[in-house]
């Protein structure tokens, strides 16, 4: 009974207040008891708090990681890690349907949802037309945290099937900064070289960490090559 009101009491203050009215602890308690309907899940939201650090490193973790975590079945993990990969749909679903990239900053805006919720490292890939309108965006590899392979053969067979003239290739770090590495600097002088005999530019390189997105143009690293 004691357990009915206090989850009614949650209902009743997400009602009145929205969810900006709740702690961390709650937002979990309240996401908690979707999985879990007949137990006091308090203590298992402060649990995965202590062990995770953050509600963000919650959602974050993986189920495996999850289910370490004493009262964590698969169910309650699964509806847990689908939370960032809500949010990443949400997010792509408000970009316009041809977006114009003429800028760093549209770029940012435009490729950092792709990377919500993913930990490890993508590639992305985006097509667009000679005015910076978007064509195609589609993801090349996937892979470790630390590196993923790109294949440049498979990249300009992509901007010749969607008859791009220019490209934005961009991926993320996900536990690092969103700084260039050595390899990364490396990639893309391979990318201008390959795309330069079939007459397409490499207009950027953009790396997201998090909230920041780092612009290999915008640093003057595309004008090396």
Request: charged share 20%.
């Amino acid at each position: 009974m004691h357990q009915q009101g206090h989850r009614a009491r949650l209902r009743n203050q997400l009602e009145t207040g929205g969810l900006d009215s709740f702690s961390d602890v709650q937002v979990l308690e309240h996401l908690l008891s979707f999985a879990i309907r007949r137990k006091d899940v308090k203590p298992l939201a402060y649990a995965l708090l202590e062990q995770f650090g953050s509600l963000a490193r919650v959602l974050d973790a993986s189920p495996e990681e999850l289910q370490k975590i004493r009262g964590v079945g698969p169910h309650t993990a699964g509806l847990l890690s689908l939370m960032p990969q809500l949010f990443r749909r949400y997010s792509l679903s408000r970009n316009p349907d041809t977006p114009i990239l003429d800028s760093t900053e549209a770029i940012c805006r435009y490729i950092q949802p792709y990377f919500i919720g993913c930990n490890e490292e993508q590639v992305y890939l985006v097509c667009m037309d000679a005015k910076c309108k978007v064509l195609d965006c589609r993801r090349l590899a996937s892979g470790g945290m630390n590196a993923v392979g790109v294949n440049l053969r498979k990249i300009v067979e992509t901007v010749l099937q969607q008859h791009a003239t220019m490209v934005v290739l961009a991926h993320n770090h996900p536990w690092g900064y969103a700084l260039p590495s050595r390899e990364d600097e490396l990639i893309t002088q391979e990318l201008q070289s390959a795309l330069a005999p079939v007459d397409v530019r490499l207009a950027d390189h953009v790396i997201v960490c998090e909230d920041e997105c780092v612009s290999m143009a915008a640093s003057g690293l595309l004008r090396r090559y």
